[in-house]
């Protein structure tokens, strides 16, 4: 079965970037796309962008001058980086594949919480 | 960007019938294609895909969900409620990007 999951720092500073690595078993990231989507505190969900088989990347235009996306299929991972981060950034980061042929998340993973503070 | 709204709570009895609600701002379906899922989350879990392209039962669960619409208005229904299907409800469209999602529904119970 496919399974991700999240690692990472779980504290960043303010003004410093957040790193992620999804690390993905069960099924190729050279195939389907896969995104980053966090959750803040109070329960909104924002999507922050994809990257798909190939490596082309889709983002989020409230954060495109923030974020990049990025792969190694040698080591089945993509990552999440998010610059010049402020407390506002401080949310659980879920990494997640897109099932099927109509953008719908079907695996995700557990989710890695990461808070924004000096 | 497209907004979907979500009430903010439900409350239901158990063994009754509930009905979440996804308004879009403007129409999520493509032709015959109605670009709505929905998604469960409980405490400490990650979400969980209920139902895809607004009618389609995602792998694995239960025929007492159930989703139906088009265009602007999409409605989850569970249907009879169990204690197990007390959580946030969150419904996404992925029309346009950025593939947003709406603010969750909290189901609980009356």
Known sequence: EVQLQESGPGLVKPSQSLSLTCSVTGYSITSNYWGWIRKFPGNKMEWMGYINYSGGTIYNPSLKSRISISRDTSKNQFFLQLNSVTTEDTATYYCARYGGNFWYFDFWGPGTMVTVSS | ?110
Request: include cysteine; charge should be positive; hydrophobic fraction near 35%.
């Open chain 2, 1 to 110: 960007d497209i907004v979907l709204t979500q009430s903010p709570a439900l409350a239901v009895s158990l063994g009754q019938r509930a009905t979440l609600s996804c308004r879009a701002s403007q129409s999520v379906s493509i032709s015959t294609y109605n670009l709505m899922h929905w998604y469960q989350q409980k405490p400490g879990q990650q979400p969980k895909l209920l139902i895809y392209r607004a009618s389609n039962l995602a792998s694995g669960i239960p025929a007492r969900f159930s989703g139906s619409g088009s265009g602007t208005d999409f409605t989850l229904t569970i249907n009879p409620v169990q204690a197990d299907d007390i959580a946030t409800y969150y419904c996404q469209q992925s029309r346009e990007s950025p593939h947003t999602f709406g603010a969750g529904t909290n189901l609980e119970l009356k």
